[in-house]
């Protein structure tokens, strides 16, 4: 394991449904990333949080809506999404912001129906 | 934004065949990093080579960078079954995140 931590793995929703996807880091890191991932597209990084406070938004819709209570926690809020959202959500951690190796949780398959 | 961009798409090859992937980027780096991804898991860091270094090794994997071609290659030796995966490199310019390819997809057969 990693010690990038996300829950839930699976998760279904409808286009009208509000849910969260969770992350947890276990390694001190500084820096949490939220990154989508679609099929035959590179990853595409959605937000970036350095000691709690966001510091880079990758112009992702508002429907997206990301939280970080304490650098070892992050969230997804996920509100009226559309079929087109359907993708792996993949979180990671870094030490620092400024980027050496970073730790990938397992992700979340999303289906939006 | 989309930095590296892997080369081939797909590759394949038998086990014990030596397996060569290319990146290449557009825009000055601090690093490159090639990073690892099994069907549907998050990505496992391999190896970080930085703008100053030009070849890097750890155990079967070895990494070459050339920045005034602005391209690297990921070598994997004496592939193996369980190598099967997509490769990606990802670049570290300014800003705060890691730019990644679309990947490089590895089927390694026995």
């Known amino acids: 394991e990693t010690g990038v931590t996300q829950t839930p793995r699976h998760l279904v929703m409808g286009m009208t449904n509000k849910k969260s996807l969770k992350c947890e880091q276990h390694l001190g890191h500084n820096a949490m990333y939220w990154y989508k991932q679609s099929a035959k597209k590179p990853l595409e990084l959605m937000f970036v949080y350095s000691l709690e406070e966001r510091v880079e938004n990758n112009s992702v819709p508002s429907r997206f809506s990301p939280e970080c209570p304490n650098s070892s926690h992050l969230f997804l809020h996920l509100h009226t999404l559309q079929p087109e959202d359907s993708a792996l959500y993949l979180c990671?951690?870094?030490?620092?912001?400024?980027?050496?190796?970073?730790?990938f949780g397992q992700g979340t398959r999303l289906t939006v129906v | 934004s989309q930095q590296g961009e892997e080369d081939p798409q797909a590759l394949s090859i038998q086990e014990g065949e030596n397996a060569t992937m290319n990146c290449s980027y557009k825009t000055s780096i601090n690093n490159l990093q090639w990073y690892r991804q099994n069907s549907g898991r998050g990505l496992v860091h391999l190896i970080l080579i930085r703008s100053n270094e030009r070849e890097k090794h750890s155990g079967r994997l070895r990494v070459t960078l050339d920045t005034s071609k602005k391209s690297s290659s990921l070598l994997i030796t004496a592939s193996r079954a369980a190598d099967t995966a997509s490769y990606f490199c990802?670049?570290?310019?300014?800003?705060?995140?890691?730019?990644f390819g679309k990947g490089t997809s590895l089927l390694v057969t026995p």
């Open positions: 990671a951690s870094s030490q620092q912001a400024t980027q050496g190796k970073a730790f």
């Open positions: 990802a670049t570290v310019s300014s800003g705060y995140a890691l730019n």
